[in-house]
């Protein structure tokens, strides 16, 4: 791969307000070539993933992942929406460098997405892997509760024989369906 910087066509100092300047203008350049688009791609992936540790190469040639990744830029395009380029630079991450962070974001990605299966094993994965942290279990927990319809919880006891608020809107908006159904009307909106 050719310096990442050169196909963004941007300094080697350039600010993360340039190179993403950058790369959009360059997408937009380049929106039938799919070859380029790729190229691009890779080249922002590059510059992101490294950024402070630029102009590193390895010996094949590729820019250089750094260990201790900082999810800063991840954790920016989440608060920000950008869900899809957060899951982008995760996903360049060689899977060997994927740390429990890597895996909390991943599942805060997709827990926003509505996914929660998949939410919730990424969450189990950084449990697992940072048992101590209590983000990660607190995540894994409303995952999990949310996915087992765990917003309510029954609050009755086993002695309790009268009705709660709930059952009776339960049976009045039953209630009123039948009657709907029937062409009357027993509860009026309007």
Same mark, same amino acid.
């Given at each position: 791969? $050719?310096?990442?910087?050169?196909?963004?066509?941007?300094?080697?100092?350039?600010?993360?307000?340039?190179?993403?300047?950058?790369?959009?203008?360059?997408?937009?350049?380049?929106?039938? %070539?799919?070859?380029?688009?790729?190229?691009?791609?890779?080249?922002?992936?590059?510059?992101?993933?490294?950024?402070?540790?630029?102009?590193?190469?390895?010996?094949?040639?590729?820019?250089?992942?750094?260990?201790?990744?900082?999810?800063?830029?991840?954790?920016? $395009?989440? #608060? =920000?929406?950008?869900?899809? %380029?957060?899951?982008?630079? =995760? %996903?360049?991450?060689? +899977?060997?460098?994927? %740390?429990?962070?890597?895996?909390?974001? *991943?599942?805060?990605?997709?827990? *926003?997405?509505?996914?929660?299966?998949?939410?919730? $094993?990424?969450?189990?994965?950084?449990?697992?892997?940072?048992?101590?942290? +209590?983000?990660?279990?607190?995540?894994? #927990?409303?995952?999990? #509760?949310?996915?087992?319809?765990?917003?309510?919880? +029954?609050?009755?006891?086993?002695?309790?024989?009268?009705?709660?608020?709930?059952?009776?809107?339960?049976?009045?908006?039953?209630?009123?369906?039948?009657?709907?159904? =029937?062409?009357?009307?027993?509860?009026?909106?309007?």
């Amino acid at each position: 791969m $050719k310096n990442p910087y050169d196909i963004l066509g941007v300094p080697m100092n350039a600010s993360p307000e340039q190179i993403d300047a950058a790369y959009r203008e360059q997408m937009r350049i380049s929106a039938n %070539d799919s070859r380029r688009i790729d190229e691009l791609n890779q080249a922002y992936d590059a510059i992101i993933l490294n950024s402070g540790s630029q102009g590193n190469y390895t010996s094949a040639g590729n820019y250089a992942y750094y260990s201790g990744a900082d999810y800063s830029d991840v954790r920016s $395009k989440i #608060n =920000l929406n950008r869900l899809e %380029d957060a899951q982008v630079i =995760l %996903d360049g991450i060689p +899977e060997g460098s994927r %740390d429990a962070q890597w895996y909390y974001l *991943k599942g805060i990605i997709q827990h *926003k997405r509505g996914w929660l299966e998949e939410a919730a $094993k990424n969450f189990r994965i950084a449990c697992n892997m940072d048992p101590s942290n +209590e983000t990660f279990r607190a995540a894994y #927990n409303n995952v999990s #509760n949310a996915q087992n319809g765990g917003y309510r919880t +029954e609050r009755r006891s086993s002695r309790s024989s009268g009705c709660s608020a709930c059952d009776i809107c339960e049976g009045l908006i039953c209630a009123d369906c039948c009657c709907e159904c =029937l062409g009357g009307d027993l509860i009026s909106c309007c």
